[in-house]
């Protein structure tokens, strides 16, 4: 025990290095601005929020404020991330989407000349009792047939009038958030019953309005109004409708890694945990360092696509925590080394999505802190 404490005080990190992990998520700043390009074309008459809440879908906050800085504003969820933006130097507007969650929160968001959603009664009681720095600009959310945040449609008119006697706010803003705007006949809420709800119940209420997110911005032009809220669709996701590259969107985050292992597997021999994978053939196997602790989800199926040196495959077995395995059988010249990327440039997030039965924004939100990010 004494010979290794003698050990462990000779260590010395600055003189070890090593190579990093191979697996990177590689963000295109440039990516970004094209992709708040296509959303300032399809609302020429509006402005637009850059909506930048879960780390800017996992892209990383600052990257976000620097890659969006012709946005007209920043929305995000958090109100730590808004000073922190602040912090950053963004002098622009700033929208809490989900507004305040604490009366103590309104001297902040006050002094720091934050924008903020108002979704209940609660919200406008607190800020009749609040005194905070400066005057509020505030977004009034309705209700419209989504069901999570939002004054019903009977009930808008009053919170209107109830928030316009309070002192401390400014400028109302009239908001809401279609449920179905990628899904136009959707029956269960469609878009134009939605936009017609609201158009009735905000029907002569001054203040311009803020209505659309990616889907609507993209696909109803006609509800741009006076503010769009383009979210994944910045990041290179679709919102609906079309691949990100039919709306003229470009991959923001591309996670690739090597093959760090190849097997060769014999007919009848099963490929990972729980043998989910039981080779009908002799086939030749890579491991891919990432996994489930990286954020790839562990509920993608067998196929789901990968590229190998440039050439699509998919993967083979379980998930775990910090490997896949994939056919390598059309990739004879795959190697230990050999590049694979998971998702982004030249493979959609979205296709590797839709085949593990979720959607883009979980993946870009899932990246592990463990990962390796650049810039490129």
Request: one cysteine or more.
């Amino acid at each position: 025990m004494r010979s290794s404490g003698k050990i462990a005080k000779s260590f010395s990190r600055s003189n070890t290095h090593f190579m990093p992990r191979p697996l990177v998520a590689a963000i295109d700043i440039g990516a970004m601005r094209s992709n708040l390009a296509v959303a300032k074309r399809a609302a020429p008459h509006a402005k637009v929020w850059a909506v930048v809440k879960a780390d800017a879908y996992g892209h990383g906050l600052e990257r976000g404020m620097r890659a969006f800085s012709e946005a007209d504003g920043l929305g995000l969820v958090e109100p730590d991330g808004a000073l922190r933006l602040r912090e950053l130097g963004w002098q622009k507007p700033i929208l809490l989407l989900e507004g305040f969650f604490d009366r103590e929160d309104l001297e902040a968001i006050g002094g720091h000349a934050i924008d903020t959603v108002i979704h209940c009664h609660e919200q406008i009681a607190m800020l009749e009792h609040a005194r905070p720095p400066m005057p509020l600009d505030v977004h009034l959310k309705m209700n419209s047939g989504m069901n999570r945040l939002g004054f019903a449609p009977d009930a808008f008119r009053a919170a209107y009038q109830r928030l316009r006697a309070i002192p401390a706010v400014r400028n109302i803003i009239l908001m809401t958030h279609f449920a179905n705007a990628d899904d136009a006949g959707n029956a269960g809420l469609p878009f134009v019953e939605q936009m017609a709800r609201f158009t009735e119940a905000a029907a002569g209420i001054p203040g311009e309005r803020s209505l659309a997110n990616s889907a609507t911005t993209l696909l109803h032009p006609e509800a741009a109004a006076d503010w769009v809220r383009p979210g994944v669709m910045l990041y290179g996701g679709t919102p609906g409708g079309k691949t990100a590259a039919e709306f003229g969107l470009l991959p923001a985050m591309t996670l690739s890694s090597e093959i760090i292992g190849i097997q060769q597997v014999p007919s009848g021999a099963a490929v990972g945990y729980g043998s989910r994978f039981v080779a009908e053939r002799p086939m030749t196997i890579g491991v891919v360092a990432c996994g489930y602790a990286d954020g790839y989800p562990r509920h993608a199926p067998d196929g789901t696509p990968v590229l190998v040196d440039g050439v699509r495959t998919g993967i083979v077995g379980r998930v775990s925590m910090d490997m896949i395995t994939v056919d390598l059988s059309g990739v004879p010249n795959a190697r230990v080394g050999s590049r694979v990327v998971l998702w982004g440039q030249d493979l959609p997030i979205d296709k590797v999505a839709s085949a593990a039965g979720t959607i883009g924004y979980e993946l870009m939100c899932a990246l592990a802190p463990r990962v390796r990010v650049t810039e490129v």
